[in-house]
Nanobody
Framework: QVDLAETGGGSVQAGGSLSLTCVASPRYDSVRVRNYCLGWFRQAPGKGPEGVAAVDSDGNIAYADPVKGRFTISRDNAKNTLTLQMNSLKPEDTAVYIC?????????????????????RGQGTQVDVSS
């Protein structure tokens, strides 16, 4: 019941930064995006999908170990947007980054279930990090 659209991907050298944004649009007036856990997962070539970061409806945040200290996730409930600030990027961060909205989970649980197909997802945005 939520449509998601990501922007902000691109190409950057190792050590650089990118910011991704996801806009969440409720399909019906009764849907409240603020009630969903929002997050990012990524799909790299030749690898399985991996949860990256999530922020739940209570504002709790969880990060996957590979991105801790480098990525920052935030949400703006007034604008229904989700942002992922990525700093100190590494070549291994190269992937398609996909936004998800999942109900009835906390941020930690979302890292596990987002790559498994739970909830709603956007089309994704490509991030390429060169060495």
């Amino acid at each position: 019941q939520v449509d998601l659209a990501e922007t902000g991907g691109g190409s950057v050298q190792a050590g650089g930064s990118l910011s991704l944004t996801c806009v969440a649009s409720p399909r019906y007036d009764s849907v409240r995006v603020r009630n969903y856990c929002l997050g990012w997962f990524r799909q790299a070539p030749g690898k399985g999908p991996e949860g990256v970061a999530a922020v739940d409806s209570d504002g709790n945040i969880a990060y996957a170990d590979p991105v801790k200290g480098r990525f920052t996730i935030s949400r703006d409930n007034a604008k229904n947007t989700l942002t992922l600030q990525m700093n100190s990027l590494k070549p291994e961060d190269t992937a398609v980054y996909i936004c998800r909205a999942v109900s009835l989970v906390n941020a930690t649980r979302a890292l596990d279930v987002m790559p498994k197909g739970w909830g709603y997802r956007g089309q994704g945005t490509q991030v390429d990090v060169s060495s």
